[in-house]
């Protein structure tokens, strides 16, 4: 069927019911059937390219802290670092991929135009592992230099480091708007899609998990014993491959309008707020600037209700003699305000478990080489970055477990439809990331006195009679508590922000990734020197992981843990969930049109206005 005609189906004879609700159009602004466009059938294209970007990533930064010990010749607090800065930098940079797709390209546009610049990254970062001048010579018994002491070069070290942040850059524009389009595929204003997003965030997780699944076992075997070109060059040809399959999908996909800048609405209602402190808000809400229904109408959105908390922005909305837009803001742009906001808090309490998963693609991996990694007693040896893929099976066994049995019996006891709120499953994960901390300590800790049992405390390269799959359970559980922390973060800042600022929304989960492996880093850093200068020996962490005490630095990573939730309770104490609005008619009558009045229709919430967050 022709756009022309599809047009003069919806607006003549198709109903309500047979195109989209919720302001959803084709690249082109035209609206759309919901037989056509959307659902799961456009949802499948936008999966794929996810899978094999997660295989491209994660087979980057997995094994990312080996290369750059064996092949760079970096120390352990140096490569370490490096790595979590690299992904920091990888979760930061949504944010302005956020801003560009909301106010100025579209979520479509954004994305093709930022996943060319990942796959130029991926094309110079393979580059620079293949080209001989590009990396440092061989090195070990029978070398030029059988110490491995001989460092990369400035040209070198530029070159795989541009490369990394190149590839950083293209996923600033990539990792915001990716989930956010396949989430737009489903209307809100339409019961059974509406079921089906439920879901979503679920089986989004449990599918691009197959693609780290894959980094983690196929990719890092290869790079370890095969070779870093071929382990980099398949993710990138697979990159390749996935954004043509993306392309394809196109005439399958439904796109959310821009809607201007999120920062400079926000910002405007704070100015607005702050010029206005003197002002004293009404007692009647409804004399708040707001403008009229018909103009909502236009654009299919609907106008948020007044809420009483944060009153000293709702004084955006009140009217004086100057209506700039830099005087007098309206009740939803005030709203909007509030609701992005409110989440700081939220997102702030997600740091500390962000730098703990960053500990399992660098100290994890790193202690994973001391270990005894062969299978069954045989001479196939277990790649120390493979344990991360028990990370990607727990966690896809339990998000199944959690979608399937958990969840429904859950929401028959509770009756919400999610079985239990999104911060009551971020609770749980917390709780989890104690456990691993407490576990990993202890470990180390056996590890350790195994080490000195034999003698090889002092000796660095020399394998320690232990088994790898002592370090099992530490993985294991991270796959747990990401199924109900990663799933339940993505799904709230989603949730909880308003339609006109999604994007933004799922970069708050990206940067709270982002702040926490930069945490991990200053932590890392700060301890090293702290105790180093100040314990009396060496430090906790050295190249030499047998004589370093790591143990000591994971029972930190425990309390500090315990803490953050002591702060997590209380935030969930105060957070209120937004509203989730309908569009009712006032019998009464009363109140014309114009700004609030909206001819005689008013906003009121569809079940409970607020709903205060119990732990």
Same mark, same amino acid.
């Given at each position: 069927?022709?756009?022309?005609? %599809?047009?003069?189906?919806?607006?003549?004879?198709?109903?309500?019911?047979?195109?989209?609700?919720?302001?959803?159009?084709?690249?082109?602004?035209?609206?759309?059937?919901?037989?056509?466009?959307?659902?799961?059938?456009?949802?499948?294209?936008?999966?794929?390219?996810?899978?094999?970007e997660r295989m491209a990533y994660y087979g980057i930064s997995s094994n990312l802290v080996l290369y750059l010990t064996t092949k760079l010749h970096q120390g352990t607090v140096s490569s370490a670092n490096n790595v979590t800065n690299w992904?920091?930098?990888?979760?930061?940079?949504?944010i302005l991929g956020a801003y560009i797709a909301d106010a100025h390209l579209g979520r479509y546009r954004t994305f093709m135009i930022a996943s060319l610049i990942y796959l130029i990254g991926m094309s110079l970062l393979t580059l620079a592992?293949?080209?001989?001048?590009?990396?440092?010579?061989? /090195?070990?018994?029978?070398?030029?230099?059988?110490? /491995?002491?001989?460092?990369?070069?400035?040209?070198?070290? &530029?070159?795989?480091?541009?490369?990394? #942040? $190149?590839?950083?850059?293209?996923?600033?524009?990539?990792?915001?708007?990716?989930?956010?389009?396949?989430? =737009?595929?489903?209307?809100?204003?339409?019961?059974?899609?509406?079921?089906?997003?439920?879901?979503?965030?679920?089986?989004?997780?449990?599918?691009?998990?197959?693609?780290?699944?894959?980094?983690?076992?196929?990719?890092?075997?290869?790079?370890?014993?095969?070779?870093?070109?071929?382990?980099?060059?398949?993710?990138?040809? &697979?990159?390749?491959?996935?954004?043509?399959?993306?392309?394809?999908?196109?005439?399958?996909?439904?796109?959310?309008?821009?809607?201007?800048?999120?920062?400079?609405? @926000?910002?405007?209602?704070?100015?607005?707020?702050?010029? *206005?402190?003197?002002?004293?808000?009404?007692?009647?809400?409804?004399?708040?600037? %707001?403008? =009229?229904?018909?103009?909502?109408? *236009? *654009?299919?959105?609907?106008?948020?209700?007044?809420?009483?908390?944060?009153? !000293?922005?709702?004084?955006?909305?009140?009217?004086?003699?100057?209506?700039?837009?830099?005087?007098?803001?309206?009740?939803?742009?005030?709203?909007?305000?509030?609701? !992005?906001?409110? @989440?700081?808090?939220?997102?702030?309490?997600?740091?500390?478990?962000?730098?703990?998963?960053?500990?399992?693609?660098?100290?994890?991996?790193?202690?994973?080489?001391?270990?005894?990694?062969?299978?069954?007693?045989?001479?196939?040896?277990?790649?120390?970055?493979?344990?991360?893929?028990?990370?990607?099976?727990?966690?896809?066994?339990?998000?199944?477990? #959690?979608?399937?049995?958990? @969840?429904?019996? @859950?929401?028959?006891?509770?009756?919400?439809?999610?079985?239990?709120?999104?911060?009551?499953?971020?609770?749980?994960?917390?709780?989890?990331?104690?456990? $691993?901390?407490? !576990?990993?300590?202890?470990?180390?800790?056996?590890?350790?006195?195994?080490?000195?049992?034999?003698?090889?405390?002092?000796? *660095?390269?020399?394998? $320690?009679?232990?088994?790898?799959?002592?370090?099992?359970?530490?993985?294991?559980?991270?796959?747990?508590? =990401?199924?109900?922390?990663?799933?339940?973060? $993505?799904?709230?800042?989603?949730?909880?922000?308003?339609? &006109?600022?999604?994007?933004?929304?799922?970069?708050?989960?990206?940067?709270?990734?982002?702040?926490?492996?930069?945490?991990?880093?200053?932590?890392?850093?700060?301890?090293?020197?702290?105790?180093?200068?100040?314990?009396?020996?060496?430090?906790?962490?050295?190249?030499?992981?047998?004589?370093?005490?790591? =143990?000591?630095?994971?029972?930190?990573?425990?309390?500090?843990? /315990?803490?953050n939730l002591v702060f997590f309770f209380l935030v969930c104490r105060l957070y209120v969930y937004n509203a989730e609005v309908s569009r009712v008619v006032d019998v009464g009558g009363s109140g014309g049109g114009g700004e609030g009045g909206?001819?005689?229709?008013?906003?009121?919430?569809?079940?409970?206005?607020?709903?205060?967050?119990?732990?």
């Amino acid at each position: 069927m022709s756009m022309a005609a %599809e047009r003069v189906e919806a607006a003549g004879g198709g109903g309500d019911d047979d195109y989209t609700q919720d302001g959803t159009v084709d690249l082109h602004g035209n609206p759309v059937l919901r037989s056509k466009r959307g659902g799961w059938k456009a949802c499948g294209f936008v999966v794929v390219y996810e899978v094999f970007e997660r295989m491209a990533y994660y087979g980057i930064s997995s094994n990312l802290v080996l290369y750059l010990t064996t092949k760079l010749h970096q120390g352990t607090v140096s490569s370490a670092n490096n790595v979590t800065n690299w992904v920091g930098t990888i979760w930061m940079t949504p944010i302005l991929g956020a801003y560009i797709a909301d106010a100025h390209l579209g979520r479509y546009r954004t994305f093709m135009i930022a996943s060319l610049i990942y796959l130029i990254g991926m094309s110079l970062l393979t580059l620079a592992v293949s080209v001989p001048s590009l990396k440092p010579p061989k /090195c070990g018994a029978g070398t030029a230099d059988p110490s /491995c002491s001989e460092k990369a070069s400035s040209l070198q070290l &530029g070159v795989f480091f541009l490369a990394l #942040y $190149i590839l950083a850059v293209g996923t600033g524009g990539t990792k915001p708007n990716i989930s956010t389009i396949g989430a =737009d595929q489903f209307d809100d204003h339409h019961p059974r899609e509406r079921r089906h997003k439920l879901s979503f965030f679920n089986w989004w997780m449990f599918s691009i998990f197959f693609g780290t699944l894959f980094a983690n076992t196929v990719l890092v075997y290869l790079q370890d014993n095969v070779g870093w070109t071929v382990g980099y060059a398949l993710p990138t040809l &697979g990159l390749a491959v996935s954004i043509a399959i993306f392309t394809a999908g196109t005439p399958f996909y439904r796109h959310k309008p821009t809607s201007g800048s999120s920062f400079a609405r @926000m910002a405007r209602v704070i100015v607005a707020a702050a010029r *206005k402190l003197a002002v004293a808000l009404p007692d009647d809400a409804r004399v708040l600037h %707001e403008l =009229d229904d018909e103009y909502y109408a *236009k *654009k299919k959105t609907t106008p948020l209700p007044y809420t009483p908390y944060l009153k !000293i922005l709702s004084k955006a909305a009140v009217k004086t003699n100057t209506t700039s837009r830099w005087s007098l803001s309206t009740v939803t742009q005030v709203e909007e305000t509030k609701q !992005i906001l409110k @989440m700081l808090p939220v997102l702030a309490i997600t740091f500390v478990p962000a730098a703990m998963m960053a500990q399992v693609n660098t100290l994890f991996v790193k202690q994973g080489t001391t270990l005894d990694r062969r299978v069954g007693g045989g001479s196939f040896e277990i790649p120390p970055a493979s344990l991360q893929a028990f990370v990607t099976i727990s966690m896809l066994v339990s998000v199944v477990l #959690y979608d399937r049995v958990f @969840m429904p019996l @859950m929401a028959r006891a509770t009756g919400n439809p999610r079985g239990i709120t999104l911060l009551q499953r971020m609770g749980v994960g917390l709780v989890i990331h104690i456990a $691993i901390m407490g !576990i990993a300590s202890a470990t180390e800790r056996h590890r350790l006195a195994v080490a000195r049992e034999h003698g090889i405390a002092d000796s *660095k390269g020399t394998t $320690i009679p232990l088994t790898i799959f002592v370090l099992l359970p530490q993985f294991v559980l991270m796959g747990v508590a =990401d199924a109900f922390l990663e799933v339940a973060k $993505i799904e709230f800042f989603y949730d909880q922000a308003p339609e &006109g600022m999604k994007s933004l929304g799922t970069s708050y989960a990206m940067t709270s990734l982002g702040v926490g492996n930069f945490l991990s880093s200053l932590l890392l850093s700060t301890v090293a020197h702290v105790t180093r200068r100040h314990g009396g020996g060496a430090g906790w962490i050295q190249n030499n992981l047998n004589a370093s005490r790591l =143990d000591h630095y994971y029972a930190f990573f425990a309390v500090l843990n /315990c803490v953050n939730l002591v702060f997590f309770f209380l935030v969930c104490r105060l957070y209120v969930y937004n509203a989730e609005v309908s569009r009712v008619v006032d019998v009464g009558g009363s109140g014309g049109g114009g700004e609030g009045g909206g001819g005689g229709e008013v906003l009121r919430p569809k079940e409970v206005a607020m709903v205060d967050t119990n732990l």
